[in-house]
């Protein structure tokens, strides 16, 4: 595995590391969606698809901030209060954009990492990639039982 390319992301789902979010590229500068295509627990990796899309990383940061912000006030108010009725604030309108943006588009790269997104397998996605279902198998996942890692018998850079 090699360090993956991204400067900063933000994880929308997450469960012991990331399951969907956005990456920012430090390479190509480019924002990408991703999501979890598959997780091996077994072998300590999971198979993310990623998409680029056109957004501003920036912006989407900072009203994840600000609405998770005032969603821990909301929290603490409904436990202090016995409110359970106080709505959570919903995101913003551009996050609403740019998530409805998000579920159109296909993936163009697989990455395969351990929980998070710090190094694993990255690359951009072949027209036989289209319609895998199990692809810790289609990758050849193998895990390493003394370092605890895996490594990939069939991931072939483009």
Known sequence: MSPLPFERYLSFDSYDG??????????CHKCFH??????????????FGFASIDMNFDR????????????????VERRSSGNDDLPIPETTDYIKQIELS????????????????DSGYWREMKESDKGVTDWCTYLGVVYDEDNLTFHLENFHTV
Not at 18 to 23: F, I, K, N, T, V
Not at 34 to 47: D, N, Q, S
Not at 60 to 75: G, R, S
Not at 105 to 111: I, K, P, R, V
Request: some cysteine.
């Open 60 to 75: 989407v940061e900072k009203d994840l901030k600000h609405w998770t912000e005032n969603t821990k006030l909301v929290l």
């Open 102 to 117: 998000a579920s159109r588009l296909e993936y163009s790269h697989l990455c395969i990492s351990e929980s998070y997104l």
């Open 18 to 27: 990331p399951l969907a979010g956005y990456a920012l590229c430090s390479i």
């Open 34 to 47: 991703f999501r979890v295509l598959e997780w091996e627990t077994y072998a300590f990796c999971r198979v």
